[in-house]
């Protein structure tokens, strides 16, 4: 079965520190894959995507993702977190021939001042 | 720019009662999806639909019904309500192109006793 695994529940960083949340796939082909944000009580917002190309992508918020192919990973970073950056965070890889998504079950990020 | 909206935002049913969340969108999307959320379990899909007119069962359609009124609306029913159903959930819509992220509304908040 096709998958998005998050490994991490939840991941704490100080402020200032870099930031990394993982995810890898397990979908077939060469999915598109995405990463969205969830701040309490709203929607997820769409932070960025890799189609194809440059492994390093870039997206809102500072945020950027690195896409490696062997290891099937799309790691999400920052260089220096924000306490504002405290949310949910998941990852997305689309079903191959559909218009759906797979998501992750997100990680928490809790940014500590 | 209203994006996606969604009503109620909390509603409290009885189990066996029945209800129907509505979902809007007014950016022209094809493609409009029901999730719910859950602790634990990220986003499963409920329903989705690619076009006016046509509706696809997803990962947990079971307990639903959804209608795609016109390319605008999309609302899920709940028929007789169970304390399973208890949920966030989400509408969502996009393009339809595949690498289009999806637009989220702000989820209803749904407790069945």
């Known amino acids: 079965a096709q998958s998005v695994a998050q490994p991490e529940d939840q991941v704490n960083v100080a402020e200032g520190n870099p930031l990394t949340v993982k995810c890898t796939y397990s979908?077939?082909?060469?999915?598109?894959l995405f990463w969205y944000v969830q701040y309490p009580n709203r929607g997820l917002q769409f932070l960025l995507k890799?189609?194809?190309?440059?492994?390093l992508v870039k997206g809102s918020y500072g945020f950027e993702a690195e896409f490696n192919k062997s290891q099937t990973s799309f790691h999400l970073k920052k260089p220096s977190a924000l306490v504002s950056d405290s949310a949910l965070y998941f990852c997305?890889?689309?079903?191959?021939?559909?218009?759906?998504?797979?998501f992750g079950t997100g990680t928490r990020l809790q940014v500590f001042p | 720019n209203a994006g996606v909206t969604q009503t109620p935002k909390f509603q409290v049913l009885k189990t066996g009662q029945s209800m129907t969340l509505q979902c809007a969108q007014d950016?022209?999307?094809?493609?409009m999806y029901w999730y719910r959320q859950d602790p634990g379990m990220g986003l499963r899909l409920i329903y989705y639909?690619?076009?006016?007119?046509?509706?696809d069962k997803g990962e947990v359609p079971n307990g639903y019904n959804v209608s795609r009124l016109n390319k605008r609306e999309f609302s899920l029913r709940l028929e007789s309500a169970a304390p399973s159903q208890t949920s966030v959930y989400f509408c969502?819509?996009?393009?339809?192109?595949?690498?289009?992220?999806?637009?989220f509304g702000n989820g209803t908040r749904l407790t069945v006793t």
């Open positions: 997305a890889a689309d079903e191959p021939d559909t218009d759906k998504l797979i």
């Open positions: 950016m022209n999307h094809n493609s």
């Open positions: 979908v077939s082909g060469n999915p598109y």
């Open positions: 639909s690619a076009s006016e007119g046509t509706t």
């Open positions: 969502a819509s996009s393009p339809g192109t595949g690498n289009s992220p999806l637009h």
């Open positions: 890799y189609i194809t190309g440059d492994n």
